[in-house]
């Protein structure tokens, strides 16, 4: 199972980024999809999760109303769209997949690399 996560880079306040993350080596049907983030210093955290049918999806209380997650199961694919960047959103951000969730938590099974994602002020 590889996830491979693209889309990271340097962005001004305000600025937008999408961020793709391919699933290869099986399919997801019927799998949680989601990211996370690890800022310098600080724990890894959840971002954000989509259910296989895309009907629910889960935000931190800290990019609601910024960032959408979607999917797309045909190409095995999640996206993450960032608007109105902050530089406090600056971490690298991680594509997982499978596991559920418990409790409103997210504990995926498994994890692709990051990507870094830089907010400049």
């Known amino acids: 199972v590889q996830l491979q996560a693209s889309g990271g880079g340097l962005v001004q306040a305000g600025g937008s980024l999408r961020l793709s993350c391919a699933a290869s080596?099986?399919?997801?049907?019927?799998?949680?999809m989601g990211w996370f983030r690890q800022a310098p210093g600080k724990e890894r955290e959840f971002v954000s999760g989509i259910t296989w049918s895309g009907s629910s999806t889960y935000y931190a209380d800290s990019v609601k109303g910024r960032f959408t997650i979607s999917r797309d199961n045909a190409e095995n694919t999640v996206y993450l769209q960032m608007n109105n960047l902050k530089p406090e959103d600056t971490a690298v951000y991680y594509c997982?997949?499978?596991?559920?969730?418990?409790?409103?938590?997210?504990?995926?099974?498994?994890w692709g690399p990051g990507t870094q994602v830089t907010v400049s002020s």
């Open positions: 080596g099986r399919t997801f049907s019927g799998a949680v």
């Open positions: 997982a997949a499978g596991g559920g969730f418990i409790s409103s938590t997210y504990y995926p099974a498994y």
